[in-house]
Each structure stands twice: as C-alpha cells, then as structure tokens.
C-alpha cells in the first residue's frame, strides 16, 4: 500500500518561516504535488516536483528527494491568509494520487 | 474560481434514499476524479474516468456508482448509504492522465451527510 506521512499541524508566526516535511513509501513514483486547502474550500495546487531539488514559486518552495522519498514545502514569509491544510500527494502510475493527512498550519500575529 | 463546479454543496439524506451528485468542468480536460474526504482522514481517491472511460475503482463499494456521459461531465450515484460515508465529496479535473505535471483541479465538494 501507499505510506505518506506528514506532521498533523504546525504553528508559526506573522513573517516568519515554516517548514513541511512529508516522508512517503508507494509502489510506484511519477511525481510529487503539494496542495492548499483553506477551511471549507476546494484543495489548490501549489507545486510539482518529479526531479530532485529544489522548484521555487514566490513565498512557497518545494524540495524533493527520491532517494530518500522525501519532500518539503517552505513557506517564507506567513501571511495570516497562510492559515490552511497543506496536503502532499504522490502520483503512482497514470493517474492516481495518493494523499497524505494533511498539515493544519496556524498562523498567529 | 476553479473552474470545476459541483451541486449539490450539501445534501442530507436517509439511508434509503437515492441522490446524484453532480460535477461539471470547463476547462476542456479529459480525465475526471471522485475523491472521499472525511475528517482528519487523507483524501480517498475513488474513482476516475480518462476519456469518458474509467480507468480506475479504488474498491469502492457497489452503492456508489459513477456515470460520465462526456469529458465535462460527472456523476456519482447514491444509494442505500450508511452513516459512515458522510464526508466531503470532491470533484477534480486534469488534462489528462501522467504527462508533465498534469495537476488536478478541485471542485467546492458536496458535504453530505447521512442519517
């Protein structure tokens, strides 16, 4: 079966730094993806990763390592509008994603 | 806006009732998604259609059944549910199955709820 694993929630302040990690072991790997997802709202996506290293967007990058099957978001800069569930998915195969949990990220002023 | 839009947003219904819920996309992809997602729980893929047809069942019991007339359009088919499939149904679109990043887009859900 699939395994992804990511902390259930992390706190950080107005500006500052925070990091997600998500460990994952599937069958299979054709891309990792990092979604946002405010309460209430539809999950959007953030970001892609296939390769190794490091993919920036503005605030938010992602890192990842196959060899180690991990992955990271970072969000630089928190905003309170950051305050969401960040959801990290692996593509196994053609079409299916298989998601993690979920992080719950707080931000407080 | 995301493109992808799903009615009802919520719908209440016994356990011998029968609903559809209703997804519809226009941004011209051809792969389509049912996803489950209930509290504190990772998102449960459950079905997908490519080109109108499915190409994946992720052992979704019998009374769910889906129907995808065309690309844009998607239902799942609702009967005889129990309590425990309340959650959140999310409707998704891609262009189409595992070429480049190919991400998915995410409708509103339908919260639904059985009593």
């Known amino acids: 079966g699939q395994n992804i694993d990511q902390p259930t929630e992390m706190t950080a302040t107005e500006g500052a730094i925070v990091q997600i990690n998500c460990t994952y072991q599937?069958?299979?790997?054709?891309?990792l993806f990092w979604y946002q997802q405010h309460a209430g709202e539809a999950p959007t996506f953030l970001s892609y990763n296939v390769l190794d290293g490091l993919e920036e967007k503005g605030r938010f990058s992602s890192f990842l390592s196959r060899s180690k099957g991990y992955s990271y978001l970072l969000l630089k800069e928190l905003q309170m509008k950051d305050s969401a569930s960040y959801l990290c998915a692996v593509r196994d195969g053609d079409y299916k994603l298989s998601f993690g949990a979920g992080t719950t990220v707080t931000v407080r002023a | 806006e995301t493109g992808v839009t799903q009615t009802p947003r919520h719908l209440v219904m016994g356990m011998t009732n029968k609903k559809s819920l209703k997804c519809e996309q226009h941004l011209g992809h051809n792969a389509m998604y049912w996803y489950k997602q209930s509290a504190k729980k990772p998102l449960e893929l459950m079905f997908v259609?490519?080109?109108?047809?499915?190409?994946e069942n992720n052992s979704v019991p019998s009374r769910f059944s889906p129907e995808c007339p065309n690309s844009s359009h998607l239902f799942l088919h609702l009967h005889t549910l129990q309590p425990e499939d309340s959650a959140l149904y999310l409707c998704a679109s891609s262009q189409d199955g595992a070429s480049g990043s190919n991400e998915q887009f995410f409708g509103p859900g339908t919260r639904l709820t059985v009593l």
């Open positions: 599937t069958s299979g790997f054709n891309g």
């Open positions: 259609y490519n080109f109108k047809e499915q190409t």
